[in-house]
């Protein structure tokens, strides 16, 4: 079976590593095997933590596979100057995407200038590369949503993205109709946890989603559903 969607992020997260002894190993191991099926089955990206976009670049070398960088990750709860200079380091290692996690704090606290502003800077700094803006969405009201998805208009973010895949929940139907009733044309929108089958895959590109995150993206491809467990 193939997926035909128009971008297919595969994603990889240590938690999903049962034993914390010799992680470093398993995780490296991990990187190289993600690098190795994106190119196997031509995924548009990979996303991985910034430290290994040095690892990633390396065994993607002459592919086409690109590389997505998060920061601020998976909590948001850092200074605006770390995170702009996480991705600034991530870029210049060899990422082209940055997936940024807002400071959901300062969104439940009404604190939507210096998230928008926090969204701005980091664009600013990495220029004509890709920034994806993740909502976490879970942990947000509607309102909360929509007030989210105006800042990223308005700081010409790339993307809006629903969720880490570290929160109590992921991407939903309702929550990327929500998002793109707001951010129409100005933004992309990229579903990420709970796209488990070709069904759900296929139904969110019907709604406009051009970038799909997944942990389980070989699987969807040979077999049409994702593992369970696994984002």
Request: with cysteine; aromatic share 6%.
């Amino acid at each position: 079976m193939t997926l035909k969607v128009p971008d297919l992020s595969i994603n990889f997260s240590s938690k999903d590593l049962d034993s914390p002894i010799s992680i470093q190993a398993q995780v490296v191991e991990e990187i190289k095997k993600l690098c190795s099926e994106a190119k196997e089955f031509n995924f548009y990206s990979v996303c991985v933590n910034g430290c290994y976009v040095p690892l990633a670049k390396q065994e993607l070398e002459n592919s086409k596979v690109k590389i997505a960088a998060v920061i601020g990750f998976p909590l948001g709860a850092m200074t605006k100057e770390a995170k702009i200079f996480e991705a600034k380091e991530c870029i210049a290692n060899g990422a082209s995407e940055i997936d940024m996690v807002i400071n959901v704090g300062f969104v439940k606290s009404g604190m939507m200038t210096e998230v928008e502003e926090e969204i701005r800077a980091i664009k600013e700094a990495i220029g004509n590369n890709v920034l994806k803006v993740i909502f976490e969405t879970c942990y947000l009201t509607d309102e909360e949503k929509i007030a989210v998805a105006k800042a990223c208009v308005n700081a010409k973010a790339d993307f809006v993205k629903t969720s880490t895949g570290f929160g109590t929940g992921g991407a939903t139907y309702e929550d990327v109709k929500l998002m793109k009733e707001i951010v129409k044309d100005n933004c992309q929108i990229k579903a990420s946890g709970g796209v488990r089958d070709f069904e759900t895959a296929m139904k969110y590109i019907e709604m406009g989603v051009t970038r799909l995150g997944t942990s389980s993206g070989v699987q969807l491809m040979t077999t049409g559903k994702s593992v369970e467990g696994e984002y």
